[in-house]
Nanobody
Framework: VQLQASGGGLVQAGGSLRLSCAAS????????MNWYRQAPGKERELVAS???????TYADSVTGRFTISRDNVRRTLYLQMNDLKPEDTAVYYC?????WGQGTQVTVSS
């Protein structure tokens, strides 16, 4: 299984980014997929999840600003991040237990 995340970068507060995670080596469509993030000095936290049936859940801190989605044909997971805040700065990881992508850095400047 390989999970290749991309789309991170530096953005000003209030801006937007879309993260992508290309999956291979797995039957992507049948699994719940997750986005996690880890800020410096903090534990990794679950940001959003999407089931095979496209049901979504979000951390309270991102509800209303972030949207998780998936394209089962392209075997790609997405995270649309709007109204970004400096506290969203972290390395973002896609996950399908027990596998992790390599992470993509998101930095939000104030």
């Amino acid at each position: 299984v390989q999970l290749q995340a991309s789309g991170g970068g530096l953005v000003q507060a209030g801006g937007s980014l879309r993260l992508s995670c290309a999956a291979s080596g797995m039957n992507f469509r049948i699994y719940t997929m997750n986005w996690y993030r880890q800020a410096p000095g903090k534990e990794r936290e679950l940001v959003a999840s999407i089931t095979s049936g496209h049901m979504t859940t979000y951390a309270d801190s991102v509800t209303g600003r972030f949207t998780i989605s998936r394209d089962n044909v392209r075997r790609t997971l997405y995270l649309q991040m709007n109204d970004l805040k400096p506290e969203d700065t972290a390395v973002y990881y896609c996950n399908k237990d027990p596998f992790w992508g390599q992470g993509t850095q998101v930095t939000v400047s104030s």
